[in-house]
């Protein structure tokens, strides 16, 4: 008769809880948090006439969703300089759970892309995707001269490899700039459907002003610096990056809010 040790059944079952409750978080997670992110082009002699539209009618409908809890928060941000190769503006929709993009998808029958007939006229929407949230972080709110940095990145490693590198590598330098008063929020996105899409990886990141932009690649190296001498798992991160993602797009950007 084989004899089991109470301290082997103790483990044991410490395991098995401890298997239970991952499961249970994973499974939270399958409605999870969400966001829809809508990249659009004006036609070419329309892009002002569409800020204007959508700075004005535009923004009073996405208000109007948002207090009908279509979805949680949003984000409207017009391009800064004009260009063929980039996006006249960007929307992204953060939603509580997966499940709630189901009221969006019906609005989408009249309003493609969450647009109002007077943008449906000038302009559409290029590329939707939806995404998950994988870090953030806030400083201060949004001002009327903030300043918005948009990046998009092809992923060259499994997403949760790239999570981790999120992490422990992007965000302690994001967290680093807002400590040194020039960035005032950011938030990491990955394409939960990337086979084929415009970008696997999408960054928000706004600054303060434009002296804070101005400021960013000092900013930045100085960080760098600091966590390089104070951060091993930051260190060890920096030192693999080249091989992790591929940097497609940096975009600046204004908010029409």
Same mark, same amino acid.
């Given at each position: 008769?084989?004899?089991?040790?109470?301290?082997?059944?103790?483990?044991?079952?410490?395991?098995?809880?401890?298997?239970?409750?991952?499961?249970?978080?994973?499974?939270?997670?399958?409605?999870?948090?969400?966001?829809?992110?809508?990249?659009?082009?004006?036609?070419?002699?329309?892009?002002?006439?569409?800020?204007?539209?959508?700075?004005?009618?535009?923004?009073?409908?996405?208000?109007?969703?948002?207090?009908?809890?279509?979805?949680?928060?949003?984000?409207?941000?017009?391009?800064?300089?004009?260009?063929?190769?980039?996006?006249?503006?960007?929307?992204?929709?953060?939603?509580?759970?997966?499940?709630?993009?189901?009221?969006?998808?019906?609005?989408?029958?009249?309003?493609?892309?969450?647009?109002?007939?007077?943008?449906?006229?000038?302009?559409?929407?290029?590329?939707?995707?939806?995404?998950?949230?994988?870090?953030?972080?806030?400083?201060?709110?949004?001002?009327?001269? =903030?300043? $918005?940095? *948009? &990046? /998009? #990145?092809?992923?060259?490693?499994?997403?949760?490899?790239?999570?981790?590198?999120?992490?422990?590598?992007?965000?302690?330098?994001?967290?680093?700039?807002?400590?040194?008063?020039?960035?005032?929020?950011?938030?990491?996105?990955?394409?939960?459907?990337?086979?084929?899409?415009?970008? =696997?990886? $999408?960054? *928000? &990141? /706004? #600054?303060?002003?434009?002296?804070?932009?101005?400021?960013?690649?000092?900013?930045?190296?100085?960080?760098?610096?600091?966590?390089?001498?104070?951060?091993?798992?930051?260190?060890?991160?920096?030192?693999?990056?080249?091989?992790?993602?591929?940097?497609?797009?940096?975009?600046?950007?204004?908010?029409?809010?």
């Amino acid at each position: 008769m084989k004899i089991v040790h109470p301290i082997c059944s103790v483990v044991m079952v410490v395991l098995v809880l401890i298997s239970v409750s991952n499961q249970s978080r994973a499974q939270e997670q399958v409605d999870g948090p969400t966001a829809l992110i809508i990249t659009y082009h004006a036609r070419q002699e329309a892009r002002s006439t569409l800020r204007k539209v959508m700075q004005g009618e535009g923004v009073a409908q996405l208000e109007k969703w948002k207090q009908d809890g279509v979805f949680a928060t949003y984000n409207l941000l017009f391009t800064t300089y004009a260009a063929e190769t980039v996006p006249d503006m960007f929307l992204i929709l953060r939603f509580k759970r997966f499940t709630d993009l189901g009221r969006w998808q019906k609005i989408e029958e009249t309003y493609p892309g969450g647009l109002i007939e007077k943008a449906q006229a000038i302009a559409a929407a290029d590329s939707s995707a939806t995404a998950d949230i994988v870090d953030e972080g806030s400083d201060a709110p949004t001002t009327r001269v =903030s300043q $918005f940095f *948009v &990046l /998009e #990145y092809d992923v060259t490693v499994d997403m949760p490899k790239y999570v981790s590198y999120v992490q422990g590598y992007v965000a302690p330098q994001f967290e680093g700039w807002m400590k040194a008063g020039v960035l005032a929020s950011y938030s990491c996105y990955v394409n939960q459907n990337p086979a084929g899409a415009p970008w =696997s990886s $999408f960054i *928000v &990141l /706004e #600054y303060k002003d434009l002296k804070s932009l101005a400021a960013r690649e000092v900013v930045k190296n100085k960080t760098r610096a600091e966590l390089a001498d104070t951060n091993a798992t930051w260190k060890k991160w920096s030192d693999d990056k080249s091989a992790i993602r591929k940097e497609k797009a940096a975009i600046p950007a204004l908010s029409l809010r």
